[in-house]
């Protein structure tokens, strides 16, 4: 039986171990694990945090469980061993008390972090303007807005280092979608005719992968988007250059990015219709009956 335990122990390890490599095979699995920026940095010491709380109840379970196991086997004449013994005061108030304790203490911990870094409100520490960006989530694609600069793309996007970036975020012709940076921070998800905010900081120049992870068609999994964190000059080097885009948004282009597409490459837009963010989140807020707003939508030649 002992031999038995050891070796499903060894399996059930042995398996953890693997998925753990596996997910090294993709930088963006990694997540928390491996932070670019303040509010992922404290996600992951939330985690690590309660991770170590939670332990201190588990570990002596599983301790106890195999000492218990090998302590009192049949082949074992224990002299502690009390087949009458029913109930002690001590131990009872040990395994309830401890338990409640570390639950209150994770409450309040997390109830604190949560409020602390709620997803509307500013990252603390950073007191400088924030850069705004609008991003609409469109089938099966981003679509990134720069309305300080009448600029936008496609499926990239470009901050700057150890700025707060204020994002702005809906959904046009596609249903509900999760716009999630997991090396930056803080999933939200978005509806159409709604806008949700994100305030992220990035602290380390790299380029990591954004996505939507929340089911929203065929193309879902393909909703992937690179995110170039570079210095404020190349930042400024980088406008310079997206204003020079043969390629303008107008109401026909972005009419265009309402058909459904898949692994869009990235696309770079000089000129933006003005308020489009506004537009589109009033067009279903304003919309009435049962039709879709985009029902009417041309077709695609």
Known sequence: MIARMRKNSVTIAASCLAILLLTGCSTHLLGLLNPKGIVAFEERKLFFNTLALMLIVVLPVIIMSFTFVYHYQASHRTKDYKPNWSHSFFLESLWWGIPCVIIVVLALLTWKKTHEYDPFNKVTGYNQSSMVIQVIALPWKWLFIYPEHHIATINYLVIPIDQQIEYWITTDNVPMSAFFIPQLGSQIYTMTGMRSRLHLVATQIGVYDGMNTQFN?????????????????????????????????????????????????????????????????????????????????????
């Open 217 to 301: 068609g065929n193309g879902f999994s393909d909703m992937h988007f690179a995110v170039n964190v570079v210095t404020p000059e190349k930042m400024q080097q980088w406008l310079n250059e997206t204003k020079k885009s043969p390629l303008h948004l107008t109401d026909q282009a972005y009419n265009e990015l309402l058909h459904p597409t898949i692994n869009d490459k990235p696309k770079f837009f000089s000129g933006i219709p003005n308020n489009l963010f506004e537009n589109v989140v009033n067009t279903y807020m304003n919309s009435t009956g049962t039709a879709h707003p985009r029902s009417n939508l041309p077709r695609k030649e």
